[in-house]
């Protein structure tokens, strides 16, 4: 199951377009007929989904320390364990 097509993956535009088509021109009692597209596809938003979330944790270090030491200031502590 891949997610829904129709919201932006810019890095998987090419395949996206190609598994359409394939959509529009292979006939529905060809189960198998898009397969090769389709892993394509999910190879792709895979990458994509990791591209994103290492970008979403590229400081997740500093955002973890600064929301330990707003802890620790909120309970009077100024050393945790």
Do not use: Y
Not at 12 to 22: G, M, N, V, W, Y
Request: aromatic share 6%; proline share 5%.
């Amino acid at each position: 199951m891949h997610p829904p097509l129709d919201r932006p993956h810019p890095m998987c535009q090419d395949e996206i377009r190609a598994l359409k088509e394939c959509h529009i021109t292979t006939s529905k009692l060809k189960f198998w007929g898009c397969n090769d597209i389709k892993f394509a596809m999910d190879r792709c938003l895979k990458k994509e989904k990791l591209a994103l979330v290492a970008k979403l944790n590229d400081d997740l270090d500093l955002k973890r320390k600064e929301e330990n030491d707003a802890f620790q200031e909120a309970m009077g502590h100024t050393q945790s364990f």
